[in-house]
């Protein structure tokens, strides 16, 4: 995530600095869309919370477990739709049913620096190679130097491991080995507009670290880009080598104003 790694507008959603949820959890893939299933698009952050806590659509024993549930989910995704990025999430998510492991990742990416911070192990192996473990050990403690002990450090590259497992780049339990993808219209959707949102446009917005995690080539995200067109995600016109992207479904007009300063 080097190239964009000065660049992650907190006024949208983006999380950065040294901490993350995976020093205690993975990124909660079947817990996210058991709330997401729970509360109507439309619903506001108290709905998430008492679906959480209230009617305990988690099946959590205790209301301590409810409630830090849901606080370490809402520390991934948000589940407010004043947030930019949950609001997107939430859009794509209701008709991208294959690529939700995929958006799920790039939300939690977003919004948490240490998984961040684990990618370029992940994204760096060839298909049918074995994780290694001490390459995300390296990886976590780049990210947070002596802050976080052995242990600690050692619970993150195990939450971590499981995340891209859940997301299905990764395959197996004890052993992990890298696994191919196919990624759809929706989570290139996300993709793209997290990178927009980051100041990035036009033919730029096809090669970025978002999109290597879906595994795309610049002309395959293209293609996808034109599927996500036809589903009404996004505008696209091209004019020999100029390409422009926007997001005018997905983005308020100011939106669209604020994320062209964030580079």
């Known amino acids: 995530m080097t190239s964009l790694s000065n660049s992650y507008p907190v006024n949208f959603g983006f999380r950065a ?70 609001r997107i999430l939430r859009r794509l998510w209701e ?83 890298r696994q191919p993808i196919r990624a759809g219209a929706a989570a290139a959707t996300y993709a793209l507009v997290l990178a927009y949102l980051q100041g990035l446009r036009g033919s730029s917005l096809f090669n970025t670290p978002w999109t290597r995690v879906l595994c795309c080539s610049p002309s395959q995200m293209r293609d996808l880009a034109a599927d996500g067109k036809r589903h009404g995600y996004l505008d696209m016109k091209i004019a020999g080598d100029i390409i422009d992207v926007s997001f005018s479904v997905l983005l308020t007009n100011n939106e669209i104003l604020e994320s062209r300063v964030t580079h």
């Open 17 to 86: 600095g040294d901490k993350g949820t995976h020093t205690s959890r993975t990124m909660m893939l079947e817990e996210l869309g058991v709330m997401l299933a729970a509360v109507p698009p439309d619903g506001d952050r108290a709905a998430y919370l008492y679906a959480a806590t209230e009617e305990n659509v988690l099946g959590k024993p205790t209301a301590a477990t409810r409630k830090l549930s849901i606080q370490r989910l809402s520390e991934l995704y948000a589940f407010d739709p004043l947030c930019l990025l949950f």
């Open 95 to 177: 008709n991208g049913d294959s690529d939700r492991p995929l958006l799920a990742l790039l939300c939690a990416m977003a919004r948490d620096p240490i998984l961040r911070a684990t990618s370029e192990p992940v994204l760096a192996m060839a298909v049918g190679e074995e994780l290694s473990r001490q390459r995300m050990t390296d990886a976590v403690r780049g990210a947070v130097g002596d802050r976080l002990n052995d242990s600690t450090v050692d619970k993150v590259v195990r939450n971590a491991s499981s995340s891209w497992a859940q997301s299905g780049l990764l395959q197996g339990r004890t052993r992990k080995f």
